[in-house]
């Protein structure tokens, strides 16, 4: 199933939808996405039953205006996952990774309120000059649960989507020395969309620690980024077992990847050159496209005044 947040022409409220055959078929009730988890996914299956034999509305998929499948996330987690972007950032560098990556996934808690849908357009930073995009997956969680183990973990994935982490490089730099966040470097935004694909959508895919699932990225049209969602060093049962550990994961939680290898302009302007993959600027048009996903388009605004503290 690939279920979104669309916004009915009809009345202009956001329902949950099934994609099916080109068009959204829109659910009568619920009247949001979220109060289809809870469960093993019994409740999407009855949904998605009414949706075809009963639907609100039937609009083109072209048509629809999509919000993020679960616009605003009881908590949203980014992970750091994928080591290939960790050892290419770090040698890039000059410095080693840390031995306990590869023991501790370590995440952290983005934010619920800055949730934009996968054509809304992102503003940059205020005060920012190196504006960033992340390539990622996320996980939507369907059933919570607390110190779960990665097989159980596993079982409580509702479905994936993609998860553009927007990034103000030169405030994350400025933060990152004070030993606290991503605070302001990572605030202003974060896309999903433009579904929730259940995980039997991906079964015949399964490969290594994930699917076998290419994700790119483009701005203007250039090649930028070009992963696998198979190359995941830390499955996503462990992700949501370490992020269960001693509290309580909950319907609807999201949790993130982090970058695919060779997924954001930092990685790559360290590798290659700023000149050769320069930071956003305002008017970019970004894509970011994973396999049976869908894809984030993306146009880049200016930033909002930065208004002063003191």
Known sequence: MR?????SPIDRVKRPGLLHSGAIHGLRDPARLID???DDGTLLHAAADRALS???????????VLRAPIPVPPSVRDFYAFE??????HRAR?????????ELPVFYFSNPAAIYGPRDDIAISPGSQRFDYELEIAAIVGRGGSDLT???????????TIFADWSARDLQARERPLNLGPVKGKDSATSLGPYLVTPDELA????????????TATVNGKPYSAGNFQDIYWTYGELLAYASRGTRLVPGDVIGSGTVGTGCILELSLVHGVDAYPYLQPGDHVTLEIERLGRIDTTIQPARPLIPLR
Do not use: S
């Not at 009963?54 to 629809?64: C, T």
């Not at 290939?84 to 950032?89: G, I, L, N, R, S």
């Open 94 to 102: 000059g410095t080693e990774v840390n031995p306990d990556w590869y």
């Open 84 to 89: 290939e972007h960790v050892v290419t950032a």
């Open 54 to 64: 009963d639907p609100f509305e039937v609009i083109a998929e072209a048509d629809a």
């Open 150 to 160: 990665p097989h159980e973990a596993a079982a409580h994935i509702a479905g994936y």
């Open 3 to 7: 279920w979104a947040t669309y916004v």
């Open 36 to 38: 289809l988890l809870g």
């Open 204 to 215: 015949d895919r399964r490969h290594g620690n994930a699917y076998n699932l290419e994700m």
